[in-house]
């Protein structure tokens, strides 16, 4: 068996597995992103909010996934008041793409794997920044995540790839 595959779920809505993994990621974002809210633009120069839902919809598929997707910025907000409810939108549709291209991507990779990582990452960057740019026709605050979320787009890809290596342990 290859070092690096890893056994990747699907989980169905009948499952409670999918309801019990969804919350502890949703938890986890929420958490992550309140501690990085206390560096000064930490949300936007880490992009916390969408960390475990990459790794919950690649460790465990797209169902799982888009609860976190869904769930984390409503609960978030609820909770919080943050993310702004005008960035409500498109944070709710990069963080859906984001729990369908990290599933597709690990369902197609069959394991760990940096690139499949990285594709799922670039897939639901660039769509959303399309989408980004059509809800608010200027291409600066769409590309924003490029520019000045960088360094969260870094750590989505290898943070995520070494909580997943951790994951695969247990």
């Known amino acids: 068996m290859n070092a690096s595959a890893v056994k990747l779920y699907s989980l169905s809505l009948s ?8 919350a ?15 560096i000064p633009n930490g949300g936007f120069i880490l992009a916390p909010i969408y960390f475990f839902t990459l790794v919950g919809s690649y460790k465990y598929g797209m169902k799982t996934g888009l609860l ?35 599933s597709i991507a690990a369902q197609k990779s069959g394991k760990i794997s940096l690139l499949a990582i990285l594709l799922a990452i670039l897939a639901y960057q660039l769509i959303g920044t399309g989408a980004e740019w059509f809800i608010t026709s200027d291409i600066s605050i769409a590309t924003q995540d490029f520019w000045m979320g960088y360094p969260g ?4 890809l290898f943070g995520g790839y070494a909580v997943l290596k951790l994951l695969a342990k247990v």
């Open 24 to 38: 502890l990621f949703v938890a986890g974002n929420i958490l992550f992103s309140q501690l990085c809210h206390i």
């Open 68 to 102: 976190i997707a869904v769930l984390t910025p409503i609960i978030c907000y609820i909770l919080v008041g943050m993310p702004p409810l005008a960035k409500m939108p498109i944070i709710l549709i990069k963080s859906g793409l984001l729990a369908v291209a990290a």
């Open 15 to 22: 499952n409670a597995k999918t309801y019990l993994y969804a």
């Open 153 to 156: 787009l870094l750590f989505q």
